[in-house]
């Protein structure tokens, strides 16, 4: 299925020393994803097929039809290689709107026994509207200033678009995508992004999970959290969802436990394809 996914391999006298593979899960973005090799060709393996995205991308991403505006992974702060790879080359191109990084905390919430706890009357949890999107908006560009939203479908225009889930089902895969918004007082609270795929796309549980951004971290407290999360898990069906959840010092504030962070670092091809090459080669002669 070449409109959704892309593998890329780095082999040598037959042995398959590294793998990398991409797949459009947005509009207009395409996660790079299982970024693997064997310990003993870790670097040149892993620049190699970086190497073979980056070359395949800056041929692809003026073509229209390949909806191609942006190139996003995540990736553990912890782990070195894409460390120094992706964070390097935000470092390099130095330009929030260039290429943005995001940190989430990966936590998995234990559903509960029984019925699900409900809300307060007075706080509801519903589909989110244009206006909500417009203040989500707002804050993101305060608080980060960088690119996820847009990478995300986030955008006036594009964030109910139904287009990709379709050419998913018409491949045999499933890719949904829900928004809800978390209301109190007439204040927005929280934001959620849920997104469903197949086991098979499931990557690191990134692409079948729930996505929540805190924006008022005050007047959320996290009972009122888990049981948004608790309501939308039972809405859609899907019981064993994890969270990624920003800011993180939403979670450190609150003493949420989170296993690990995720960065999601996201690049604009436009504009700063030149970049990617001119860091990716400096890395190549420096491995």
């Known amino acids: 299925s070449p409109n959704i996914a892309r593998h890329f391999i780095y082999q040598d006298k037959g042995v398959i020393l590294g793998h990398m593979a991409m797949v459009r899960f947005y509009e207009d973005a395409w996660l790079?994803?299982?970024?693997?090799?064997?310990?003993?060709?870790?670097?040149?393996?892993?620049?190699?097929?970086?190497?073979?995205?980056?070359?395949?991308?800056?041929?692809?991403?003026?073509?229209?039809?390949?909806?191609?505006?942006?190139?996003?992974?995540?990736?553990?702060?912890?782990?070195?290689?894409?460390?120094?790879?992706?964070?390097?080359?935000?470092?390099?191109?130095?330009?929030?709107?260039?290429?943005?990084?995001?940190?989430?905390?990966?936590?998995?919430?234990?559903?509960?026994k029984g019925h699900p706890p409900q809300l307060p009357p007075d706080w509801k949890l519903s589909p989110s509207t244009l206006v909500d999107l417009e203040e989500l908006t707002d804050f993101y560009d305060q608080t980060s200033g960088g690119l996820a939203l847009r990478a995300l479908d986030l955008e006036a225009g594009v964030w109910n678009s139904n287009a990709l889930s379709v050419e998913y089902r018409s491949h045999g895969f499933t890719r949904e995508k829900h928004h809800f918004s978390l209301i109190h007082d007439g204040c927005l609270l929280a934001f959620f992004i849920v997104t469903v795929s197949d086991i098979g796309l499931n990557l690191s549980d990134l692409t079948n999970c729930i996505k929540v951004i805190i924006l008022d971290q005050e007047a959320l407290p996290p009972e009122r959290l888990y049981e948004a999360l608790a309501a939308i898990r039972a809405k859609l069906n899907q019981p064993a969802m994890p969270v990624l959840l920003y800011p993180v010092s939403y979670a450190d504030s609150r003493s949420i436990p989170y296993t690990k962070q995720y960065i999601l670092w996201t690049l604009r091809t436009h504009g700063q394809?030149?970049?990617?090459?001119?860091?990716?080669?400096?890395?190549?002669?420096?491995?």
């Not at 003993?40 to 041929?59: C, E, M, T, W």
């Not at 030149?274 to 400096?282: E, I, S, T, V």
């Open 32 to 112: 790079i994803h299982h970024h693997a090799a064997r310990r003993h060709a870790l670097n040149k393996a892993g620049l190699v097929v970086l190497d073979q995205i980056g070359r395949f991308s800056y041929d692809a991403y003026r073509l229209f039809s390949m909806h191609m505006n942006y190139l996003i992974c995540y990736y553990r702060p912890d782990n070195k290689f894409p460390s120094r790879v992706f964070g390097g080359l935000a470092a390099h191109i130095n330009n929030s709107r260039g290429c943005s990084l995001d940190p989430f905390a990966f936590l998995k919430v234990d559903n509960p």
């Open 273 to 287: 394809s030149d970049k990617y090459f001119q860091y990716l080669n400096r890395l190549l002669r420096i491995s």
